[in-house]
């Protein structure tokens, strides 16, 4: 009888994939919840990455018909008695478990939570959803594959026009020298003396053996040189190169909010998602990204991201105290040579009205051309939202931006409403770039 | 092949290659075939990666599988476990078909490789071959290309109808794979037709709707008060009583669609295929045990292993059939490696070296000589309780010091019945075999009747055996998920054995 050993470790891997994507869609709402809160609890810079989600049992559960744990008539039979004979009596232990070992139930499971973690591509498929994003926008975000190539060292292998003629020449000499491989200058002189001998030839007997030994050893040379070859395939290297990930430039994203008394916890997690957005969108295409928050009430103050998403300030508002600041903070440590200037502002439009005509200034004059994308995005109550869908209802720092927007292509400002409205500024933001690059 | 000429170890060190993988199996082989009689189906040992096993595992240790989520859960859970060091992995997947396929991993270490050679290429294969249950319950010629058309079938079927679509039908059918099973009577079907099958009853279906439904309720009709004679026909007409759930429901639902009672079908098919396994897991265990634990022996009194290998065999084997006490912390119920084991053990000191009391115990077999012959006899003719019954000497029951603990939910106590003396013997036995019939350990859920007229609900009934109920919220779950695939209401009738109604559930379909 014939054994046949098959070896299966070449077969495709992730057989199971399939099957963890139904899983994750048959779990899907609690994901869901994860990311979402998730989203309220990360920072900016740490939402690129995997998420462990606990999931209540009970709503992945594969019920079956089973025997309940307690109740009726039980024997079971037990190994390792010690001490018990006939009729001994037990006290039962509270609850389950107890004389049959506790049968846990058949699936392994106890009451826990199913904990799992998504990997990055998942979350970020479960983050898009919750943003809203176009299918367009997944895939531009979720594409890592802009790569350039780094040399890294050498290989054997290669195609012609890599070939590292140096190296593959040194090797070849070594090669030579360590096998005697016979220079063509020996060979040369031995061909001149034989020639010589030849021609001057007065057959003395001694040059007759000289003569034949010289053509012995020629053809000796002879078959040795070419038994040893110029250049063999082993000789050959050539430049390798390594496919990196291409990091672009740095970039340094300035995030302005509003934190006066008139911004709920409603607004602030709207903007909260808009930055979120940018900021994905920003670490695709730079390698190093800085973050700087500004808030402001009537002045400003750059803060950490928890203080600037979670603590309360009371004060009026002047818009042009965050530009100032950000002006400022670019100044000092953000030479515009060196870096990409991104900003984004969240407000709910109030300012004050001896401000107006400085904000103006400061962005057309001073920030605009510093930035390469600059976006507004106003966020409303929903209840709010009839009252401002009309421009003529318009916020006063809407109505003094919106000149701005007119002059300025790096310029996007959109009022938001609801989730579904943040992704609509960056389409805003990207058509208008490409329209200004065309 | 080895340097020094005296040396005929096959191997030596931990590293294996194909080469003594080969040379091992051959040796094994010549063990297993020429002395110990086993008569296995050929073999096929696939090698593959930890993480390939971790995939069969997730899939019921299948090499092909269709998709549904649970199997993505199962690896979630596997692989966290394995990953956390909170559990290894299995040494083997051993698949009952012909020929019969063992994986092996590519990171155990060569001794291990022998060892799972021995256990599932020849101990387990021997087992599927011969056990007569296997032999009558499962198809070993046909279940890779069953299993194969099944996922195309399911896959085809998510095409067309929608993931959700399949899901919806998979999770109700998964939850009755424990009542989806023919216990008694078999009509013999070959899994290779099973293809054809479904397409015929795709034709076939246009043309003959199942008379029992013609009748149609018509507006305003009120149900027609159910008449004797009439209910017996109608009775007999379904094959009622019915215990195999699924099979009635592809059937008789009203209101399913083609591919969905294929679909029912192919789940049904598979709770069959594994039904032999659950019945025999301890004595298949066992054989596999036994027959390693003589081979490796064998191999080491041959001089074919080195004592390295020997005493890795030895720790790793002493894992397997390690039985913790009752009170050990580490107890988890009896290994059935451990019990197959010590029977087999035990059937090979009474035929070979028997006591009296054995001989007043087992006559037929006691002192015979014939140690294959009588295991070879008892693997091929016997399920899991049956076994016990018939093989579990007082000599093991002192062994093992087995005792028996009544649990009766109106004492306040639990109560020693019997330990391993004169006076018990027989009730530990008859205790322990009972533990492993599956009549007794699932519960017992048979379709009574259907009212074909009016409501068309589906009548089952829970036969409860010792005051035994069911978990009651999974029981309500499961009912949701038959409802579904019924159409209508479904109800769930626990009788206790005076015949007296204990509950009743009813469940409506979501989708009504």
């Not at chain 2, 119920?333 to 115990?361: K, Q, S």
């Not at chain 2, 074909?452 to 035994?468: A, M, P, S, W």
């Amino acid at each position: 009888m014939g054994m046949i050993i098959v070896d299966r470790r070449p077969n495709p891997k992730g057989k199971s994939h399939a099957n963890r994507q139904r899983f994750i869609r048959v779990a899907k709402e609690t994901i869901r919840e994860a990311v979402r809160r998730s989203i309220r609890e990360r920072a900016l810079g740490d939402v690129d990455t995997r998420e462990v989600v606990d999931i209540p049992v009970k709503r992945i559960q594969e019920p079956r018909f089973r025997h309940s744990s307690q109740g009726g008539q039980r024997d079971y039979v037990l190994p390792g008695n010690k001490e018990y004979v006939q009729g001994d009596t037990l006290p039962r232990p509270d609850q389950q478990g107890g004389g049959g070992g506790r049968e846990g139930s058949p699936d392994g499971e106890g009451e826990d939570n199913f904990q799992f973690t998504l990997s990055r591509d998942e979350y970020l498929d479960v983050l898009f959803e919750e943003l809203e994003l176009p299918d367009l926008a997944k895939t531009y975000l979720k594409d890592m594959t802009a790569f350039h190539n780094v040399r890294a060292g050498f290989s054997a292998s290669g195609s012609p026009n890599n070939l590292n003629l140096v190296r593959t020449m040194r090797n070849s000499l070594a090669r030579r020298l360590c096998l005697h491989r016979p220079r063509a200058a020996e060979l040369d002189a031995l061909e001149a003396e034989i020639a010589a001998l030849e021609t001057f030839g007065e057959c003395k007997p001694e040059d007759d053996a000289r003569l034949t030994a010289l053509r012995a050893s020629h053809a000796t040379l002879t078959r040795r040189m070419k038994r040893i070859a110029f250049i063999d395939p082993i000789d050959l290297r050539f430049n390798r190169y390594e496919p990196i990930p291409k990091p672009e430039a740095q970039a340094v994203m300035f995030c302005l909010m509003d934190v006066s008394g008139s911004m709920t916890e409603g607004m602030k997690d709207l903007a909260k998602r808009f930055f979120l957005l940018l900021h994905l969108f920003l670490s695709r295409k730079y390698d190093h990204i800085e973050v700087v928050f500004i808030r402001h009430t009537s002045e400003a103050k750059e803060v950490d991201e928890d203080t600037f998403f979670h603590s309360r300030e009371t004060g009026g508002t002047v818009v042009s105290s965050a530009l100032a600041e950000m002006r400022r903070i670019v100044a000092e440590r953000y030479p515009v040579e060196e870096w990409n200037i991104y900003a984004a502002q969240a407000s709910d439009g109030d300012n004050y009205s001896g401000d107006r005509e400085a904000c103006t200034r400061i962005m057309q004059e001073d920030l605009l051309p510093l930035c390469q994308y600059f976006a507004y995005i106003e966020v409303l109550d929903e209840s709010s939202a009839d009252i401002f869908r009309s421009e003529s209802n318009a916020s006063v720092l809407w109505r003094d931006y919106k000149e701005l927007a007119d002059q300025n292509p790096n310029f996007a400002m959109k009022r938001v409403f609801s989730k579904a409205d943040i992704f609509p500024v960056f389409h805003q933001l990207f058509a208008k770039a490409r329209r200004a690059a065309a | 092949m080895s340097g020094s000429g005296s040396s005929r170890l096959l191997f030596e060190g931990a590293e294996w290659t194909f080469d003594t993988v080969k040379r091992t199996f051959d040796a094994i082989e010549a063990i297993a075939i020429g002395e110990l009689g086993l008569e296995p189906y050929p073999n096929q040992i696939e090698l593959i990666s930890s993480e390939q096993m971790l995939d069969a595992y997730s899939s019921i240790g299948m090499p092909i599988f269709y998709n549904h989520w649970s199997f993505g859960k199962h690896f979630v859970r596997d692989e966290k476990m394995y990953r956390k060091g909170y559990s290894g992995l299995a040494y083997e997947i051993v698949i009952n078909s012909n020929p019969c396929i063992s994986y092996i991993m590519e990171d155990n270490t060569m001794t291990m490789q022998a060892l799972v050679m021995a256990h599932a290429a020849f101990g387990h294969n021997h087992f599927f071959r011969n056990n007569y249950l296997f032999k009558e319950w499962t198809d070993a010629e046909g279940i890779l290309d069953y299993l194969s058309f099944a996922k195309s079938y399911v896959a085809q079927c998510e095409e067309k109808h929608g993931i959700a679509a399949v899901e919806r039908v998979l999770d109700a059918a998964h939850a009755l794979m424990d009542q989806g099973v023919n216990r008694y009577s078999r009509i013999r079907q070959k899994l290779a037709d099973e293809e054809k099958r479904a397409e015929a009853r795709r034709q076939h279906h246009q043309e003959t709707y199942n008379d029992l439904w013609r009748t149609v309720p018509k507006l305003g009709e009120t149900e027609t008060p159910p008449d004797e004679k009439d209910n017996d026909s109608r009775r007999a007409a379904l094959g009622l009583p019915e215990e195999n759930l699924l099979y009635f429901i592809e059937k008789f639902s009203p209101r399913l669609e083609n591919w969905e009672r294929e679909l029912v079908r192919i789940v049904r098919n598979i709770a069959q295929y594994f039904y032999p396994q659950k019945q025999t897991k301890m004595m298949n265990e066992g054989c596999a045990t036994y027959v390693h634990y003589r081979i490796m022996n064998r191999l080491y009194d041959q001089g074919l292993i080195g004592e390295g290998s020997m005493l890795e065999f030895l720790t790793s084997h002493s894992n397997v059939v390690f039985q913790p006490d009752f009170d050990d912390p580490r107890y988890s119920g009896i290994n059935p490696y451990a019990l197959g084991f010590e029977m087999m053990r035990d059937i090979e000191r009474v035929v070979t070296d028997p006591t009296e009391e054995d001989r007043a115990f087992m006559p037929d077999i006691a002192g015979t000589g014939d140690v294959m012959g009588t295991l070879k006899h008892a693997w091929a003719g016997f399920r899991d309780d049956a076994f016990v019954a018939q093989f579990l000497t007082p000599h093991l029951i002192r062994k093992l010091h087995l005792f028996k603990l009544g649990d009766r939910q109106d004492e306040p106590h639990y109560r020693v019945d019997a330990i391993h003396d004169e006076r018990g013997y027989i009730e530990v036995r008859r205790a322990l075999a009972r533990h492993y019939d599956l009549a007794f350990r699932e519960p017992n859920i048979e379709v009574a009747d259907v009212r074909l007229k009016g409501d068309r609900r589906l009548e089952l009934v829970h036969r409860i055996t010792n005051d035994v109920l069911l978990s009651e919220q999974e029981a309500k779950a499961v009912l949701g998920y038959i409802a579904d695939l019924w159409g209508y209401n479904v109800q769930l009738e626990g009788i206790d054995s005076d015949g007296a109604s204990r509950y009743r559930y009813e469940a409506s379909p979501k989708n009504a």
